[in-house]
Every structure is written in C-alpha cells, then in structure tokens.
C-alpha cells in the first residue's frame, strides 16, 4: 500500500488533521477543497494541490472524500466534474463523511458497475481524534477491500470496525450520533446543576468524569463549555444533519426516537440564534 497514491476531498476540520497524518506517512496525497485557502497549510506541508475533483483524482489509487452534507457527497461523486465521471477501473473510494445509508449503497453499486471499490467509512472522535490520529472509523463495504485499505486508516484511526455491506458503517455512525445527542444534554444539565447548586464545576467534572457517568463527551466537552469556548471540534449545523439523517431513517423503520427529537429541537434552536457554525458544545449556552 506505500506506493498508492491518494486523493483527499475536503479539507475542513478533521479532513485537514486526517491529510497531515498521511503526509507523515510519507504518502503522496492530492488535496481538493472549495476553498484554496483551507488547503494552503497542506501544500506547503508536501499535499499537491488539484484545481478540480477530476484533477485530484486522476492519478490516484485511493480517494478518500470527507465533506459537508449528503448533497455534496452526491455532487462530489455523481456530479458531471465528479468521481465517476472522471475515475478510472480499480480506484477505490471511501467516502468519509457522515451520509445517508442509502446514499452509501448507491456509490457502492455505482462503483461496482465502474469496476472500482467503495468503503463508507464515518468517523467519530472530532478535532481532538483527527489530530491525535485515534478516530474511530465504521465501515461498510466488501470485507476485502476494508482489509486492503486497513493500513492506512490505522495512520489516523484507532477504533477501525467492518460493520458490514455497503451503508452498514452510516447506519453504525447514526447509532453513535444518537447516543451522543441525548448525551450532550445530560452533560450540559450536570453542569448547569452543578453552577446553580454554588459548586465548582471543574471540581465537580473531577469527581464524574471518570465514574459511571463518563462519556467522551464529559471528558472533552465539558471543559470547553466551562472555559466560554465554543468553537467547532464538530459543528453544530453538521450535527443536526447527522440527526436528521437518523430520524429519517429510524422513521422508515417504525422506530420512535423521541429523545432524540428533543435534541434536535434544542440544536434547531442555536441555529435560530446564529449559532450554526459553532461547537457542539455551544448546547451549553441553552442554560443560561
């Protein structure tokens, strides 16, 4: 595998993290992103910039694509300038954004008729998991070809699970966004207690964080919520897509989910705020 070549679209918060990790590595690695200037530090760090997705993915073996919303990924891969209009037989892609199952399904068919491979590949662990290189990474797809490209995502992830066939590593990533939805109001909720009851609330987080109320969340959120800071590990519009996307598809399955209808009707309230750019953390500012 350290002779392929890859291709990386989208370059936002944790794609970026994810690039530098393959360039340490020592792979050659083609970067494509709307806007230049977000892959500027890439470039000068040994990336190749590509001026279009077909520029990108002309000579790579691998091309891993990490964007925005389900939309995009469709442009990204079905678009005219897009992946399959413009890759070739035996590429293998691995769209890394958190999608639809059956988005997910419908590159790896299209991928099979094209004779090239698909993985869905979402990953969980934020900011903090891209940089440290410790994501966890849910996958679908044709067993074989996880275990080809398994190398190179252990560079940058730690947790690397074969879920199952095409989509099952979107289904698997929307039962991860559901835990953490409710999960980030008991966390907020427990701070807010905390501040109201006239308790320290760092000393407070000492005291839970590592008993049977842990949770990723707890342990790297909360102290950026007690600090003021806000800014985006994961933003809070994509949150609500990943959402979305769940209740869609627990609906089609006849699946109540009402806990997380109320986080989602508590994240759509940020956005109404302006606060769509933000941190997941920025729930915090629901108590006060």
């Known amino acids: 595998m350290k002779n392929r070549k890859i291709a990386f679209i989208g370059t936002g918060v944790m794609g970026a993290s994810i690039v530098k990790h393959l360039l340490h590595a020592e792979y050659e690695v083609a970067v494509y992103t709307r806007t230049k200037a977000k892959a500027q530090q890439l470039v000068e760090a040994g990336a190749v910039w ?4 077909a520029e990108a993915v002309a000579e790579a073996d691998l091309i ?6 389900p939309t995009d990924v469709e442009e990204v891969y079905f678009g005219e300038a897009g992946i399959f209009a413009n890759g070739a037989e035996g590429q293998i892609v691995i769209d890394m954004t958190t999608s639809s199952p059956a ?3 419908r590159i790896a068919e299209q991928a099979t008729t094209l004779q090239m491979a698909s993985i869905d590949a979402p990953v969980s662990g934020g900011d903090v998991g891209a940089q440290n290189g410790t994501l966890s990474i849910m996958c679908g797809g044709e067993q074989q070809v996880f275990n080809e490209i398994l190398p190179i ?3 940058f ?3 690397i699970v074969y879920q199952g066939v095409a989509g099952a590593g979107q289904h698997t990533k929307m039962c991860n966004q559901i835990a953490i939805a409710t999960n980030m109001i008991g966390v907020c909720e427990a701070l807010a207690y905390a501040e109201h009851a006239g308790l320290d609330a760092e000393t407070v987080l000492a005291s839970i964080s590592s008993g049977a109320a842990g949770s990723w969340s ?5 102290p950026r919520m007690l600090k003021g800071d806000f800014e985006p590990g994961f933003y809070v519009k994509h949150f609500i897509k990943d959402m979305t996307i769940a ?3 627990a609906e089609a399955m006849n699946l109540p989910l009402p806990g997380l209808q109320l986080a989602r009707q508590m994240y759509d309230k940020l956005v109404q705020q302006g606060l769509g750019d933000k941190g997941t953390q920025a729930l915090f500012k629901s108590y006060h």
């Open 103 to 105: 988005l997910a399904k």
């Open 64 to 69: 891993f694509t990490m964007v925005g919303y």
């Open 157 to 159: 992830g730690k947790q």
């Open 218 to 222: 707890l342990s790297n959120l909360a």
């Open 50 to 53: 590509a001026e279009t997705v």
């Open 247 to 249: 209740l869609e598809e």
């Open 153 to 155: 995502l252990s560079i």
